[in-house]
T-cell receptor, first 114, second 117 residues
Framework: GDSVTQMEGPVTLSEEACLTINCTYTATGYPSLFWYVQYPGEGLQLLLKATKADDKGSNKGFEATYRKETTSFHLEKGSVQVSDSAVYFCALSDRDTGFQKLVFGTGTRLLVSP | DAGITQSPRHKVTETGTPVTLRCHQTENHRYMYWYRQDPGHGLRLIHYSYGVKDTDKGEVSDGYSVSRSKTEDFLLTLESATSSQTSVYFC????????????????FGAGSRLTVL
């Protein structure tokens, strides 16, 4: 079945450092890919998405490119801020399941210190 | 929260007791979902609904039932709670126009933390 693997956390960075959170996926069909973010005490919210190969999703300085050849969707940001501290989830949905059933990775906690 | 309210937000109960969590939305979307969040597992789909009285199972549906008698309310019931059901439960909705496409994006409620002793 479909699955998402993302790097273990926590990832600890100083403010203005570069961020990469790795995400790879396994899917039987042609999935859409997502990054969601969860701030402390809140529900998840969409950060960015990409629905076809080579698409780049971007939002709030974060970017991720849908790489079909490496089945990856790594999250990057050039300069993190303390306010980026949160848990980040990579996810996919698949045409074979009517795009209804989002499959999530285990989440990666990011801690940014001043 | 795009008009999604979960209740209760926190609940402590004992093994064997029934528990119902409620998700209420104000925007009349057809598609609603219940997920549970556990360390090391991320979020896993329990059940979802695509209309009044129309529901389907997710990957971890055992021990849970759902009901949708009105568009705005989606109830999750644990008939006899067990300690393995201690978790944070999230309700989500999907915008109808994208629900069956690759652009299906979920909007989540704030979560309900359930502890089963």
């Amino acid at each position: 079945g479909d699955s998402v693997t993302q790097m273990e956390g926590p990832v600890t960075l100083s403010e203005e450092a570069c961020l990469t959170i790795n995400c790879t996926y396994t899917a039987t069909g042609y999935p859409s890919l997502f990054w969601y973010v969860q701030y402390p005490g809140e529900g998840l919210q969409l950060l960015l998405k990409a629905t076809k190969a080579d698409d780049k999703g971007s939002n709030k300085g974060f970017e991720a490119t849908y790489r079909k050849e490496t089945t990856s969707f790594h999250l990057e940001k050039g300069s993190v801020q303390v306010s980026d501290s949160a848990v980040y989830f990579c996810a996919l949905s698949d045409r074979d399941t009517g795009f209804q059933k989002l499959v999530f990775g285990t989440g990666t906690r990011l801690l940014v210190s001043p | 929260d795009a008009g999604i309210t979960q209740s209760p937000r926190h609940k402590v109960t004992e093994t064997g007791t029934p528990v119902t969590l409620r998700c209420h939305q104000t925007e009349n979307h057809r598609y609603m979902y219940w997920y549970r969040q556990d360390p090391g597992h991320g979020l896993r789909l329990i059940h979802y609904s695509y209309g009044v009285k129309d529901t389907d199972k997710g990957e971890v549906s055992d021990g849970y039932s759902v009901s949708r008698s009105k568009t705005e309310d989606f109830l999750l019931t644990l008939e006899s709670a067990t300690s393995s059901q201690t978790s944070v439960y999230f309700c989500a909705i999907s915008r109808d126009s994208h629900a069956l496409s690759g652009a299906n994006v979920l909007t989540f409620g704030a979560g309900s933390r359930l502890t089963v002793l």
